[in-house]
């Protein structure tokens, strides 16, 4: 595995709650960073996989008696290319 280096900067406010926290629980400053991003990451990581569609799969669903015709946007207000 590959380790990579970080720098991050953090507001003041942050630092000083971070420092708090370390305290606390006898964790590191840098500890306490890294388990509060990576826990942020699984719901991110979550909502965009969920979000990703196969383009072949959704095509298939396709018919005619789903297919829409043109919907009319009204008149042109800018550059539109129609």
């Known amino acids: 595995m590959t380790n990579y280096k970080l720098t991050l900067e953090i507001p003041e406010s942050l630092f000083e709650e971070l420092l708090h926290l370390a305290e606390l629980t006898n964790q590191s400053i840098e500890y306490l960073a890294l388990q509060s991003i990576t826990n942020s990451l699984p719901p991110i990581a979550r909502k965009y996989y969920e979000n990703k569609y196969d ?28």
Do not use: A, P, Q
């Open 55 to 82: 383009l072949d799969e959704l095509l298939s669903r396709v018919t005619t008696d789903n297919l829409h015709g043109e919907i009319d946007s009204g008149e042109l207000v800018g550059r539109e290319i129609f």
